[in-house]
């Protein structure tokens, strides 16, 4: 399971484990907070496509899906 800091999380790197749409590598690109600190919405950009897509920033622990930097 990759460990994954809330704070840390804007611009971090991300590699597609199963790429689709030829897109492998994504960067955290958006990141909101609530007031408590809490992670209420996250968007990941593809490096190639700059297509940005919502994701659930739990769904990045997932290491069948994802693996942490660019490999």
Do not use: Y
């Not at 590699?15 to 030829?22: E, L």
């Not at 907070?33 to 700059?50: P, R, W």
């Amino acid at each position: 399971m990759n460990k994954i800091n809330p704070k840390k999380l804007l611009n971090s790197k991300w590699t597609a484990v199963n790429p689709q749409r030829k897109e492998k590598h994504f960067v955290v690109s958006e990141v909101e907070f609530d007031e408590e600190g809490n992670v209420i919405s996250c968007f990941i950009e593809a490096v190639m496509s700059k297509r940005s897509v919502a994701i659930d920033w739990h769904d990045l622990k997932d290491e069948s899906t994802w693996v942490h930097g660019w490999k």
